[in-house]
């Protein structure tokens, strides 16, 4: 596709339940990033791939928390055992190659609720 | 955890005016980015300045860094309304791959 594309757009979920978050990336981009964004704030990171290697994921908050990226492309973040302090815009970007000139590839986000 | 913070927190403006922004970072960098966010969309890259680099400039973007003073600017010049965003800065830090971002400033454009 032309960009990167989070889905679902919206997730509402009760507390207590798993939620897995999607990322496509822009094809053949080699990194991948995940953020969380408050309402009025930057986003914090989360953790990062290249290709299918975890890299980084110092910025997940717990072991609730999860991320994978089996074969390259796609990406998954899960999160288990929800609570309310989890409600968020969880934004994905990719990154054409492995030089840290190159910029990042926003998606249009997930915006989870937990009732 | 934010690796910057960008100072003012919120700046409104007429059009047609300059808008200036800082961003001050915490620790050494290779290279800092500007990002804008319309309205809660996706961030889009605007400009990177690398850390041997002191000033960069494209279309209206200014951009400065000093790293003495751990610190860049963005100047928009002659703003459009088009131009209300949030502004938030990016550092790569020692050849390390981990983006972070600073808490951004809210800019309008009164037309």
């Known amino acids: 596709g032309a960009g990167v594309s989070q889905s679902p757009r919206y997730k509402v979920t009760k507390r207590g339940q798993d939620v897995a978050l999607r990322c496509d990336p822009i094809s053949g981009h080699v990194s991948l990033y995940w953020y969380r964004q408050a309402l009025g704030q930057g986003p914090e990171f989360l953790t990062y791939?290249?290709?299918?290697?975890?890299?980084?994921k110092s910025g997940l908050p717990n072991d609730r928390f999860s991320a994978e990226r089996p074969e390259g492309s796609i990406s998954t973040l899960t999160i288990q055992r929800t609570e309310q302090r989890d409600s968020a815009m969880y934004r994905c970007?990719?990154?054409?190659?492995?030089?840290?000139?190159?910029?990042?590839?926003f998606g249009n986000g997930t915006r989870l609720t937990v009732t | 955890s934010q690796q910057g913070e960008e100072d003012p927190q919120a700046l409104s403006i007429q059009e047609g005016e300059n808008a200036t922004m800082n961003c001050s970072y915490k620790t050494s960098i290779n290279n800092l980015q500007w990002y804008r966010q319309n309205s809660g969309r996706g961030l889009v890259h605007l400009i990177l300045?690398?850390?041997?680099?002191r000033e960069k400039h494209s279309g209206r973007l200014r951009v400065t860094l000093d790293t003495s003073k751990k610190s860049s600017s963005l100047l928009i010049t002659a703003s459009r309304a088009a131009d209300t965003a949030s502004y938030f800065c990016a550092t790569n830090s020692g050849g390390y791959q981990k983006v972070t971002f600073g808490t951004g400033t809210k800019l309008q454009v009164i037309p």
């Open positions: 300045i690398r850390s041997n680099e």
């Open positions: 791939f290249n290709y299918e290697a975890q890299q980084d």
């Open positions: 970007a990719s990154r054409p190659i492995l030089s840290t000139d190159s910029p990042l590839h």
